[in-house]
């Protein structure tokens, strides 16, 4: 069964483009550990909520939007072994981190329902 890490980051508005490389540059190398999909998104319509929102989960600043992210791996095992050769492997050391890694949220999830329209 396919396995879901999710992420919710606070990235400072100007650095956009440098986010956008960075996920670019990540992804040959998570491709390579073993995943299917990423998919990366920049917050346009995220509504204050009266108890809690994107932005307060992360404790967003002014000035920084939200990224909203998951990464789609065949299984959990396959996902585990990824995040020990993350930790490993000397291409993360030079990676960029264009955001507060202290406040990304991120998590790993069974899939419990997928659907699509195709």
């Known amino acids: ?6 992420f919710v980051i606070p990235v400072p508005m100007g650095k956009k483009e440098d986010y956008h490389k960075a996920a670019a540059q990540m992804w040959p190398i998570m491709k390579e550990w073993g995943a299917l999909r990423v998919v990366e998104c920049w917050g346009d319509d995220l509504p204050d909520g009266k108890v809690t929102d994107f932005k307060r989960a992360v404790a967003a600043e002014s000035g920084e939007n939200i990224v909203f992210s998951w990464v789609l791996w065949p299984s959990k095992n396959v996902r585990d072994a990824a995040h020990k050769k993350m930790q490993e492997d000397p291409r ?7 955001f507060d890694g202290k406040r990304m949220i991120f998590g790993g999830f069974s899939v419990l329902l997928d659907e699509n329209a195709s």
Do not use: E
């Open 1 to 6: 069964m396919s396995y879901v890490d999710g």
């Open 92 to 98: 993360m050391k030079d990676m960029p981190m264009p």
